[in-house]
């Protein structure tokens, strides 16, 4: 689990928009891991989820059940004026 918690902050900051700099010296100390392999392991996370959704989409037996709603008629209307 310790090995874990490096990844996990290093997606935290790459999705937070951190510089390559906070990686290079992080990553250095061993707080982070490096810029580069954050990438690559959200690529093949994303690889594996596209797979993974197509299997579900090519399944009969493993669809969910879509349910679709016009939720903006619940909502009371508001007028559009400024003020």
Request: contains cysteine; aromatic residues 10%.
């Amino acid at each position: 689990m310790a090995s874990c918690l490096p990844k996990i902050q290093a997606i935290l900051n790459f999705a937070s928009g951190a510089s390559n700099n906070i990686f290079s010296c992080y990553s250095r100390i061993g707080n982070l891991t490096a810029y580069s392999t954050v990438y690559h392991d959200l690529t093949n996370l994303s690889s594996a989820e596209a797979k993974r959704t197509e299997e579900v989409g090519r399944d009969p037996a493993k669809w969910s059940m879509l349910r679709f709603d016009n939720v903006q008629s619940y909502s009371n209307r508001q007028d559009l004026r400024i003020g």
